[in-house]
């Protein structure tokens, strides 16, 4: 149980080790998302509830074991065969090691993300890269672009039509970044005195 929490937490809390004040801080925001912002969409309010659920269990697990299970998740991206791979690492002993791999990625991500928002606030969509939810306080997302147009009721839903057509299939933000092999990420996670685990092996 414990181990099937951890692995979900990671999308959750932006990758970092889960403290009990984290998840306390995660679900009080996730609670005012839900109660207190108007025009919240179906999906969104799924994945709301969905993160109340995780950060509740947590804070539980976290009282009676004393802390999580802490890990990283690693987007890399098999270019030989055209598909993405997420690599999980669990008991990193050198957290340096992993960083300097995935900090690249999150800086590439973050300059790719406000280009987007360039491109969409030509076409009128007035995004305020200011007010966005930013991943570990630093980096913007498409997750956190998408969020900000739903809640303004710029887009009807996260990742319906509205980002298949501009975010994919040559739409106007559809451009993305170089990520790491997944035999790099397995190398640094091993490096970094860790266990390598495949996410989500299944869609892989």
Same mark, same amino acid.
């Given at each position: 149980m414990l181990l099937f929490l951890t692995v979900y937490a990671f999308w959750s809390f932006d990758y970092k080790e889960i403290q009990l004040g984290? @998840? *306390?801080?995660?679900?009080?925001?996730n609670m005012k998302t839900v109660f207190l912002e108007p025009k919240l969409s179906t999906d969104t309010i799924q994945n709301v509830l969905y993160q109340l659920l995780v950060t509740f269990c947590l804070g539980i697990l976290s009282t009676i074991f004393g802390a999580v299970l802490a890990g990283i998740e690693v987007s @890399?991206?098999?270019?030989?065969?055209?598909?993405?791979v997420h690599m999980l690492g669990y008991s990193i002993a050198r957290p340096e090691v992993t960083e300097c791999l995935v900090h690249p990625t999150?800086?590439?991500?973050?300059?790719?993300?406000?280009?987007?928002?360039? *491109?969409l606030n030509?076409? &009128?969509y007035g995004i305020g890269a200011d007010r966005l939810h930013r991943a570990d306080g630093k980096y913007i997302y498409k997750q956190h672009i998408m969020d900000d147009l739903v809640q303004r009721g710029k887009a009807p839903e996260m990742f319906g039509t509205f980002y298949q057509t501009v975010f994919k299939h040559g739409?106007?933000?559809?451009?993305? *970044?170089?990520?790491?092999?997944?035999?790099? @990420?397995?190398?640094?996670?091993?490096?970094? &005195? &860790?266990?390598?685990?495949?996410?989500?092996? &299944?869609q892989q």
């Open positions: 984290e @998840a *306390i801080a995660a679900t009080l925001h @890399a991206y098999d270019y030989k065969n055209g598909f993405r999150l800086e590439a991500r973050h300059a790719n993300s406000l280009r987007q928002i360039e *491109i030509r076409h &009128g739409g106007i933000c559809d451009f993305d *970044i170089r990520y790491p092999s997944p035999l790099e @990420a397995l190398r640094a996670i091993k490096d970094a &005195g &860790g266990l390598a685990v495949l996410a989500h092996s &299944g």
